[in-house]
């Protein structure tokens, strides 16, 4: 039984640590304030430290740490509240190339985004919804892409999209350079500014297609992969939140004593950390079948996500609960993790879609 | 039951349909002003309106006639509020003062003073801000520690408010202060009010979440206040704060922000192979209980108004409809996002649906939650007033302020 | 403004409750040991005081008291646990009768009904699931009825039974006399024995058709008439229960202060508290439609019955919770409330049902 | 990460199965024991089981060789625990002796009385039960008010215990007395061990909600314990105590009932239109919700596992499976009755889905939420111990205990 990380990932957890502290302190302010959706100094540095290839073999230029060690270091990149876009490239980007690039494709570009000089992000949205084959407008005729995507997360930062299209009726992925012609991009207001989030208009623009990727389930596949990781992240947001909630409780005075020794906060908290644990441990399960590449990989990542999103959405709101009127101004960090934690919630598929998919997970294995 | 009024208050809902159909304009589609702040030409429209309304007799509508009002009852303020809510007119600029604020100097300052202050106030020409809350001082409101010491015949202040609406347009304040540390945290306070232009007297906006700013704080640096603009004796500031607070239950408001019926038409809206998402289970089961609450709490209003029109005053248990409300519209901004998937992070007006209320709501709904009482406040009052069960144990009521913990 | 029940309501509201508190103490409890799902003694006495008749007009031998003095009576039978038939009578057999009974079926059941002497029960459910149009198989033919009832509250107990039937396919009402040839009955085990639950078996008895109840929107029609005095008998309940976890929670001493003292149960009372008024408003704006007939009639219902099935199940768990151990022995009333009240949840429809009609009436209104 | 045992875990594992399938038959099928009674033929089955377990040295795994156990460690007893769990075989009968009270009498008894103690118990021959909680001490165990009052070198014991798991069928008891109330609570209390069929001594069962009777009330009329029987100094019972619920920690078992399995198998089963319950979306969104509590729960117990297995000891975050698994229950009973609509009512085992396991669950989930501590206390110690936030205010830390209100 040996249910927990390595003690080698243990050692990255706590370099992770220790580096975004003293680095990444301010920046999701910064980004917030700045409305740069990006904080680009600390992402050169989190990728010269190697993070963006945690997970990609070094044979392409990754620090093969594996998937458990992609988890480790969301976990802490969720906590610092990091304004990089470490889940499009590390999460999403990398893992597409790598299950279903071409030789040639993984080659070009996995030592690339390793090295932090290739930002994705993913262009499947058109609109509001679920992630679902019948909503994917976009085509691929001739080898160019048609269509408007909208939101696409870290859209106006990217170098590369990896644009969801259809081709002749059937779905696929396509590798987009987003400073060539026939593309055009703006970033949107959205409820985390520190976060870039954009529309991606295609008019025209060439797609390479990776070749691997057939039809709406590679798509949702590529999802399931990508939501284990992001569970870590919120995970890091929601402990941060909640021990941001602990520490103010217990320095804050009311009634001539400190607001954590009345009970409606005490149950309050503790149910934050209950809700918190049990993302927790199904998100360990997550890691264990990503890198096992398990036969339960959909349950486990539908799972992890599930319970993700509620304990950071918890942990957040009631981080700003706890601080009371403090909780609600600009000033106070609060709303940072509020803000990030709907961000997440969303980035991926929301919480109806997670539900869906787990279910039907269970039912499909139920039945086999 | 019946919903009519009665003769004399259908005669009253008609006298003021028609005084606001001569004054006003009637709103022409639904207005949401929830989460937007208060700026300079929304207080001119305001002192406006507010002097149209004393001039036709419908400032200070249960206020004593010797006072300026109009003598009426409660009731008649619930129909002229019903009322003037379904015209376009600015709102949140004098309720503090004239609900809370000039009441209490009603009640405590001399005869001079208090006709001084009170018609002006009631015109619209003047405006009044209530500084109780502190940075140490929020759901604990009596452990402020603005102090107030005696200098001749007047007080010198030094400290600092916060969560005051309006101060930054305000012209006076009434400003709760402690007189006396060295006795428990109840005794030593005094209650004054202030010209806020005042020198020493520095008003900051607070920023909120969502981006609005509905509150300040206020700085006194060594402010002066002549003894003769202290309400109460010295040491009975907590009871002179207690009248003021009492007239804020009164005043609740509705929060505003998308409800059960934005929430459905966002859902009939979202069409999945054909179906509108308002048909698939899980989005009809929470419907329900949002209707359930929402109308719950209209009906709620209902029975209140009720009791209002046989006489009786609304009591504690008025605490419903915040701690019901607020919880609900985060619930709702979060499940109106979740149904939109990732396009919900869009917060352009221009882009999302209900030009981005559920966004704002998820940003806004959080205040609603803490100011004007927590909901753990809340829940206490409840249990406390209404159930009458025990208040929680208390290690402050004795002791001397200054020998307590910050 | 007048959204109060009347003085002369709150007189009958007052001498019901001096009545109950004198009479039906331990009648839940009596029936629940001795298995008897029924109080006889204590329905005799009710209808002699003309509470069974009280919605039915002074010319059919009612006392006239309209929808809202049901609504009132039905709120007080609800407090005192009362072991009677009064739902299946008065909510669903007088009004059953009223709306789609022939002149000479009215003249010879309601008196009867209102004197007592008429016990009724509505035979619906044929086994597990919702009340749905094709869930009814049980047929009329030739004026007999053929099928099988389970369960039928008060089947056991009862003298006639309206029964859900389909002749020549189409859904109708139909009295059957219980103790004619043709019907077997039998009490099942459930789990609130204080209520007589049983299944019914039709084997040719004979059915008189209720000429004015065409199709299923008939049954349904009847539901909300009594789904509205029944929230009035759950909020009852709920409101008993409440009270009987504060007075608890006042007496209680812990860590040497009374439990109520403590925020968990502060709070958990308040909760409960504002469960029982939200639907308390609903049940009032249920009363007023009920009475008028008004065209919100169908919403009134399923919001009144949606939140009382939430507040009294909430009312009556969280009173075990408050009383500890106590709590969950059988001595202690505090499960009496609690069965009650999932017995009440279940009886007329379950929350989902309500919650889809909810809607759809809403949607219909919308649409009109 | 991988599930599999050590090389070390691996051979004892073998080991255990080859004396259970020696000894004992598989399950036949899943089985469901929560909410059953213990009745004699239950106990006898499991002194003979006991006396099995003793034999082929799997009783007190983790004991000491020299007090008759293994020396083994505490993953080898989770081991033995999870494969003798997949067989067919008693329980509840010699946890909490085993468990909670001979560990104590081993601490603290002279060395012939425990020797006399513990071999028996070890080998099922005799019972043991744990005598602390009575009707004015639940929560506060500390607030007993049992009387042992020193009569020469006996004590006479006077007063009632409360929810005695066993306390029937029991041969012995550890008690929890006070011997002197005029000091502060949790200073007036002794230790005792007695034979429960001492004289004056006598056992009620309690019925509970869902008709079974797990828990007793044992009252005690001048019974006579001598002073060798005293566990720790006098006065210092509540140590004593504490290192008796210590133990309590590590035996905390799971509840049994229906789960996220179950209620996807009744939805399934039950067809709408020609379509399973279980495409309702409502249905999945909360099927979804209990999927992730119940495998959370399975995950964090694998997490314990292998805190345990590098030579950690559980702590006080092993609370989250009981205030989660208790409400979830509760849950699950009301939902999938709500599913069966009128149909649930019925709870005749032969009619109901599952043999009535969720009309069943309803009835004894509420026990789930208070027996073994509250969800208030649970949530009181995640806060304090896991959290590190201090305690409720204590009103009762200083003064005498007679002088307390009751």
Known sequence: MNFEFSEELQQVRAEARAFLKANAAGSARRALEGNTGFDRGLWDQIAALGWVGAAIPEEYGGIGLGAEGLCVLADEIGASLAAVPFSSTAYIGAPALLAYGSEAQKAAYLPRIAAGEQIFCLALSEGNGAPRDAAVRTEVRGGKVYGSKIPVIDGAIAHTAIVVAREAGEIGLYLVDLNAVGVTRETLESIDPARDTSRLVFDGAVGEKLPGAVGFSAVQLLLDRAAIPMAFEQIGGAQAALEMARDYALGRQAFGRAIASFQAIKHKLADVYVAIELARSNAYFGAWALQADAPELTEAASASRVAAIAAYEMASAENIQTHGGMGFTWEFDCHLYYRRAKHLSLALGAAPYWKDRLISAVEQRNAA | ?406
């Open chain 2, 1 to 406: 039951m019946d919903f009519s009024d009665t003769v004399e208050e259908a005669g009253f809902r008609a006298e003021v349909v028609a005084f606001l159909e001569a004054n006003a304009k009637r709103k022409s589609s639904r207005d949401d002003d929830a989460g937007e702040g208060i700026d300079d030409t929304l207080v001119a429209r305001a002192k406006a309106w507010q002097g149209k309304k004393a001039a036709g007799g419908f400032a200070g509508i249960t206020w004593p006639e010797s006072w300026g009002g109009r003598g009426g009852n409660p009731m008649q303020q619930v129909i002229f509020n019903q009322e003037e809510a379904k015209f376009d007119l600015p709102r949140g600029v004098f309720e503090i003062g004239l609900g809370m604020c000039v009441p209490t100097v009603m009640s405590y300052a001399d005869a001079d003073t208090a006709k001084a202050a009170v018609g002006p106030a009631l015109r619209g020409e003047t405006i009044w801000c209530q500084l109780f809350s502190e940075p140490a001082a929020g759901s604990d409101v009596a452990g402020i520690r603005t102090r107030a010491e005696a200098d001749g015949s007047d007080w010198v202040i030094n400290g600092q408010k916060i969560w005051t609406s309006g101060a930054h347009f305000s012209d006076f304040g009434l400003l709760l202060t402690r007189t006396d540390p060295a006795v428990p945290k109840h005794k030593g306070l005094s209650m004054f009010w202030l010209d806020m232009k005042s020198p020493g007297v520095e008003v900051r906006r607070i920023k909120q979440i969502a981006g609005t700013s509905n509150f300040n704080e206020v700085f006194f640096t060594d402010v002066r206040i002549p003894d003769s603009q202290r309400l109460g004796t010295v040491g009975d500031g907590w009871k002179v704060a207690l009248t003021t607070l009492m007239h804020e239950r009164l005043a609740v408001g509705t929060l505003g922000g998308p409800d059960f019926t934005e929430v459905l038409e966002l859902a009939r809206s979202m069409t999945v192979d054909g179906v509108p998402a308002s048909s698939n289970a899980a989005v009809r089961d929470r419907l329900a209980d949002w209707y359930v609450q929402s109308k719950g709490l209209e009906y709620t209003k209902l029975r209140t108004l009720t009791a209002l029109s046989r006489g009786q005053m609304p009591g504690p248990e008025a605490s419903i409809f915040k701690v019901v409300s607020s919880v609900k519209l985060q619930e709702i901004a979060n499940f109106a996002l979740d149904l939109m998937d990732s396009g919900g992070l869009v917060s352009d007006p221009a882009l999302a649906p209900k030009r981005a209320a559920f966004q704002q709501a998820l940003l806004y709904s959080p205040a609603g939650r803490i100011a004007g009482g927590t909901d753990e406040i809340l829940k206490n009052i409840i249990a406390e007033r209404v159930l009458g069960m025990p208040g929680d144990i208390r290690v402050d009521r004795d002791r001397p302020f200054n020998q307590m913990k910050v």
